[in-house]
């Protein structure tokens, strides 16, 4: 519990064919050992965010630490003074204006069979917008872990088993990339704090070079029908990625 989430270490790891392909396509292993961390600037949509009667967010501001699972958002709700903070298992609000702060440990605890089904509160959006995008965002850096587990059951395909200490959307989770140029195409999971029933199919829909990286500029989430195929006629969660930069150390974006 507490705001005071270790650092998740980084190690030499053997990568399999898939991942070395990856890794180099998003700017290679050295790159995402050496980098700090990730600001961008995203907008987001869909009926996920309808079913939990969210606001869309627009333009909204991130900042994410790469070797540790730690994310601020601003703003994460209406209120445009409001932060939301993902800091390993917990959640918190910081108001801009005042300074104040209001704290909830263990915040994956607090989902269940209550008014969650029907709204999330905006410590409910700080923990999960926060840790979706650090899933996101610090891919490949993730293929570096120690606390993942990857297995390659083809070439292009890769299975990620995520530890208990990751704040995720479900342990198991399938990556999927192109052959020919390395690039992430699709990435299966359950999003279990809405439902074990959520198959969702993440779909990158194009790429965009932004400061020097190779980033996924619009992603799209639809359910996952028969056969594991995506159901492009109901888009859960759509996500356009305006600015993209990642940090070295505190004081320069200039890579290593």
């Given amino acids: 519990g507490g705001l005071a989430y270790q650092s998740i270490k980084l190690m030499a790891v053997t990568l399999t064919t ?5 890794l180099a396509a998003y700017g290679g292993a050295q790159f995402w050992r050496r980098a700090q961390r990730i600001f961008a600037t995203v907008s987001v949509r869909g009926l996920a965010l309808v079913l939990k009667n969210r606001p869309f967010l627009g333009w909204a501001r991130l900042e994410l630490e790469i070797h540790r699972p730690y994310g601020v958002i601003s ?18 609000l910081a108001n801009d204006r005042d300074g104040t702060m209001v704290r909830r440990q263990d915040a994956r ?34 293929l570096l872990n120690k606390s993942i ?26 990556f999927y990339f192109s052959r020919e140029t390395g690039l992430l195409s699709r990435l299966d999971y359950r999003v279990n704090i809405i ?11 194009e790429h965009a070079i932004m400061n ?45």
């Fill in 195 to 205: 439902g074990r029933f959520t198959r969702a199919a993440h779909v990158v829909v």
């Fill in 75 to 92: 703003p994460v709700g209406k209120n445009g003074s409001t932060s939301g903070i993902l800091d390993g298992q917990d959640a918190a």
């Fill in 18 to 22: 898939t991942a070395r392909r990856a």
């Fill in 149 to 174: 587990s990857w297995h390659e059951p083809t070439d292009g395909e890769l299975i990620a088993t995520f530890s208990d200490t990751i704040p995720t959307h479900c342990r198991t989770q399938h």
């Fill in 212 to 256: 020097g990286v190779n980033v996924p500029a619009l992603r799209r989430v639809t359910p996952r029908g028969p056969g594991g195929t995506p159901l492009p006629g109901m888009v859960l969660i759509e996500i356009r990625v305006h600015e993209f930069t990642v940090s070295f150390d505190e004081t320069t974006n200039t890579p290593p």
């Fill in 109 to 142: 605890s607090h989902f269940g069979w209550n008014r969650r089904l029907l709204w999330w509160d905006d410590l409910d959006m700080a923990y999960f917008a926060n840790y979706a995008f650090w899933n996101y965002f610090t891919f490949p850096a993730l």
